[in-house]
Nanobody, 117 residues
Framework: HVQLVESGGDEVQPGGSLRLSCVASALTYKSDCMGWFRQAPGKERGAVAVIWRGGGSTYYHDSVQGRFTLSQDDSKNTLYLQMNSLKPEDTAMYYC???????????WGQGTQVTVS
């Protein structure tokens, strides 16, 4: 069965950087998109960044454009989210997700906490 395991969340000061990792197993061609979503307390979960696994096209939410970067290492079945110039409003639980484009919500990881303060 599909498994997504995230790591890399931590507490950092504003302006700092973090790299999140998501190791995927048992994904099929049907899960043609992978990405990162986040949910802050009292807010809905929303997409942060998504990548089309086949061609590499990416989507970034306006709030992270220019600060966050997606990359994938197919040899390690791993998706990364490099987060630079972190702001307090980036504080949230970050979830790795995979599924059919564009929704990318068929499979979820357990989440990793990012706190910027």
């Amino acid at each position: 069965h599909v498994q997504l395991v995230e790591s890399g969340g931590d507490e950092v000061q504003p302006g700092g950087s973090l790299r999140l990792s998501c190791v995927a197993s048992a994904l099929t061609y049907k899960s043609d998109c992978m990405g990162w979503f986040r949910q802050a307390p009292g807010k809905e979960r929303g997409a942060v960044a998504v990548i089309w696994r086949g061609g590499g096209s990416t989507y970034y939410h306006d709030s992270v454009q220019g600060r966050f970067t997606l990359s994938q290492d197919d040899s390690k079945n791993t998706l990364y989210l490099q987060m630079n110039s972190l702001k307090p409003e980036d504080t949230a639980m970050y979830y790795c997700a995979a599924g059919r484009c564009p929704d990318t919500n068929d499979y979820w990881g357990q989440g990793t906490q990012v706190t910027v303060s």
